[in-house]
């Protein structure tokens, strides 16, 4: 198998930790020709990264599909719980970090002027805090975001976070994550995970 994937890419980052962590023989390289060639458009028409080419040629995008694809297909070590309970909160985790900390960081780095204090801004940043509310309330308060061990709730919420302070220090001088202290412990616990410490470490050289 094959990953299209970038360092610097929030949505490739978190399948990164998943093979990492499972220690799994899939070959990770960049999309030839760039993101937008006609090369990678015909292996991937959707133009998006991550973009898994599995063995028989089937291309399967979106990070989430890749993900639980993965999981279903190389189950040890385990990235979901036994219980529906645990499962369903690894999952909300998850829609919590791309939907609220992934996608708006994202957005707030492509605004033409970062300097500007504007309503689009406004509105993302907005999302971000009610993100951080969410995830200071149902963290587990242990190492990790859904228990004592590494979960696809990790490979989505670690890259995710790394994220906040550079996308909104262009618009607001304070430490936002400081405000939100369980999720303060939380980013550094989850990177002792040598998984989670390796991604986050390729996603700040690539950003430098």
């Known amino acids: 198998m094959r990953l299209y994937s970038e360092n610097y890419s929030p949505f490739s980052a978190p399948v990164r930790i998943a093979i990492y962590a499972k220690a799994l023989d899939i070959e990770i390289v960049a999309p030839p020709g760039g993101l937008r060639s006609a090369q990678y458009h015909v292996i991937n028409p959707l133009g998006t990264i991550p973009c898994l080419m599995l063995d028989d040629g ?9 993900m639980e694809y993965l999981e279903e297909k190389f189950p040890s070590p385990r990235l979901l719980p036994v219980s529906p309970e645990a499962r369903a909160q690894v999952r ?3 829609r919590i970090g791309e939907l609220h900390i992934t996608t708006q960081t994202v957005e707030l780095a492509q605004l033409p002027d970062a300097g500007a204090r504007d309503e689009t801004a406004a509105n ?4 971000i805090v009610r993100g951080l509310a969410a995830l ?3 963290l587990s308060g242990d190492d990790f975001a859904v228990g004592p061990h590494l979960t696809l709730a990790d490979c989505q919420l670690a890259p995710a976070l790394f994220r906040v302070p550079r996308a909104v220090g262009a618009f607001m001088n304070r430490d936002l994550i400081g405000a939100y202290p369980k999720v303060a412990q ?8 040598t998984a989670v410490a390796r991604v986050l470490d390729e996603m700040s050289a690539a950003l430098r």
Do not use: D, M
């Open 58 to 66: 089937t291309r399967l995008p979106e990070s989430s599909a890749i």
């Open 92 to 94: 909300l985790v998850q």
């Open 124 to 127: 993302h940043l907005t999302k």
């Open 136 to 138: 200071q309330n149902i």
């Open 186 to 193: 939380y980013i550094e616990t989850s990177r002792r995970h």
